[in-house]
């Protein structure tokens, strides 16, 4: 079973493991992008998911996306900061269950 605190993967750990140019790139990608005229149009069940202590991509900001998305359900995922598949794993696997299980597929 995976367990990023065993496996000594942190969110430090990950950022410093990746490529500068890379990081830089996604990140000049992320600042250049504005999706505020075309969200609306994505018409697919969406689960937005935000970690409560998300510094990088603020709760407020994601929750704001989500609601401008027409069938979309925002989920907090408490105690995570910006990579909460990685600092609370079961937790992000509940709420893809409930949300699966909303939705008829599970």
Request: proline share 6%; aromatic share 6%.
């Amino acid at each position: 079973t995976f367990d990023a605190a065993r496996d000594g993967l942190t969110a430090r750990t990950l950022l410093e493991r990746a490529p500068v140019v890379g990081y830089l790139g996604s990140c000049a990608v992320l600042r250049d992008t504005d999706l505020g005229t075309s969200i609306g149009a994505i018409g697919t069940r969406t689960l937005v998911l935000a970690g409560d202590s998300d510094v990088s991509t603020p709760p407020d900001l994601v929750r704001a996306a989500a609601a401008r998305l027409p069938h979309a359900r925002f989920t907090l995922i408490e105690n995570a900061g910006h990579l909460p598949n990685i600092e609370q794993p079961a937790a992000v696997a509940d709420a893809f269950e409930r949300y699966f299980a909303e939705i008829d597929l599970a």
